[in-house]
């Protein structure tokens, strides 16, 4: 069990609060969304709405692993157009399946967290597009990982303290996305990934700046942007923060909100840099689903917490899964095979996500009486205010 009866009886409380600053959104994307709402049928659940978004991105990263089963080489140029379209087409429904809720008085503390679930996993499959076509190598790969997660674990981590989501004027998910389509458009106008691995002296000649390659140098600056949020985000949970959810407050609590990833994060990196087998470097694709769905547990983990005012558990064993990694290798003999252990550990992490997922629906679907892709009876209809 995952919530308690007191958490599932908590989420009567539940109610949303979020604020979108976006420049973009503010000039051009919410009339275009309102545009396209009504082109949904009302019958349609708003977590239907998430899920095909979903889907189409995921058959995007399917033809990637087909093409560059290890996430290096080149796709095809049509692919990363593809690519661009299938974000796209996740940017609006994700955008879509709030507004679908309101409009057919369907809001649910359930169709949140499948919202930001699929989010959560959208930073795994939507960055290795981008990363891909800027050919970075495994441990560009890893860093770029890190660089589009943290801005979006911090955002949620200041959401936890203030129960308000807000998306800054700049850096917020929707121009993250329509950066991550500039990179694919870009790259396809550009004759193909090749561009990124230029020289900044070959595109614009001698200068007194550093000579990196380009995709350094977009790595770096979409680098030193998340820094910034994340900084922001930092300081508006130590200084202006209310009590958390569940009654404690202070920076320790606040930290240990961020134990479980980060500790992930960092005893990964270590089994990756010391494996014998080259984990990363051979099995790039599959090394950042293990980061990118361990990410997503401790987030969907922590969003749990907040919306039914739990004391988020930091010592669940899930995060803590590559410890055994290192145990393996620090030992004189090691008991199993380094690449071996991680397909083991690998397939244990997704079993646990899976009945996670699979458990947590069905509490919040039988405590609620709701269903998760279609709406009840006496819903669809015109919100009437």
């Known amino acids: 069990m995952y919530v308690t009866p007191e958490g599932l009886d908590n989420l009567k409380h539940y109610k949303y609060a979020g604020v979108d600053k976006s420049i973009l959104v503010q000039l051009f994307f919410r009339r275009h969304w309102d545009y396209c709402i009504e082109f ?17 991105l995921l ?63 959208f930073v795994t499959f939507a960055g290795s597009f981008v990363m891909n076509c800027l050919q970075f190598s495994p441990w560009q790969f890893w860093v770029g990982f890190f660089v589009t997660a943290i801005p979006f674990f911090a955002a949620h981590w200041e959401e936890y303290h203030t129960g308000s989501l807000i998306l800054g004027v700049i850096g917020n998910p929707t121009e993250g996305q329509c950066v991550i389509m500039l990179f694919l458009i870009s790259t396809v106008i550009a004759g193909g990934p090749k561009i ?4 900044l002296s070959e595109v614009i000649g001698p200068t007194f700046l550093p000579d990196f ?23 508006v949970i130590l200084n202006d923060a209310h009590t958390l959810p569940d009654g404690n407050r202070g920076a320790v609590w606040s ?20 494996s014998p087998d080259d984990i990363l470097g051979n099995q790039t694709t599959l090394a950042l689903i293990w980061i990118g769905f361990t990410f997503s547990y401790c987030l969907t983990r922590m ?15 899930v995060p ?44 919040f679907t039988n405590h609620l009486g709701i269903y998760v892709f279609r709406l009840k009876h006496n819903q669809g209809s015109p919100l009437l205010v």
């Open 40 to 56: 949904i049928p009302r019958w349609v659940a708003p977590n239907l709405v998430t899920v095909t978004g979903f889907m189409i």
């Open 59 to 121: 058959t995007a990263y399917a033809l990637l692993v087909y093409y560059c089963p290890n996430l290096n080489g080149q796709a095809p140029n049509w692919f990363y157009l593809y690519a661009a379209f299938t974000v796209y087409l996740y940017q609006l429904l994700d955008n879509l399946d709030g507004r679908q809720a309101r409009r057919t008085n369907s809001s649910s503390p359930l169709g949140e967290l499948f919202d930001h679930g699929c989010d959560s996993l």
């Open 196 to 199: 990124w691995l230029m020289y």
């Open 213 to 235: 390659r380009l995709n350094t140098i977009a790595l770096a600056s979409v680098g030193f942007g998340a820094v910034s949020m994340f900084i922001v985000n930092v300081r």
């Open 255 to 274: 930290i240990r909100l961020i134990v479980p990833f980060s500790s992930a994060a960092a005893m990964s990196t270590l089994w990756f840099y010391w």
């Open 303 to 317: 969003l749990i917490s907040r919306v039914t005012m739990m004391t988020y558990n930091i010592f669940n064993p």
């Open 320 to 363: 803590y899964l590559s410890v055994f990694g290192l145990i393996n290798l620090l030992l004189p003999v090691p008991l199993i095979e380094d690449a071996l252990l991680f397909w083991i550990l690998l397939g244990v992490l997704l079993l646990a996500y899976a009945h996670f997922v699979v458990t947590v629906i069905n509490q």
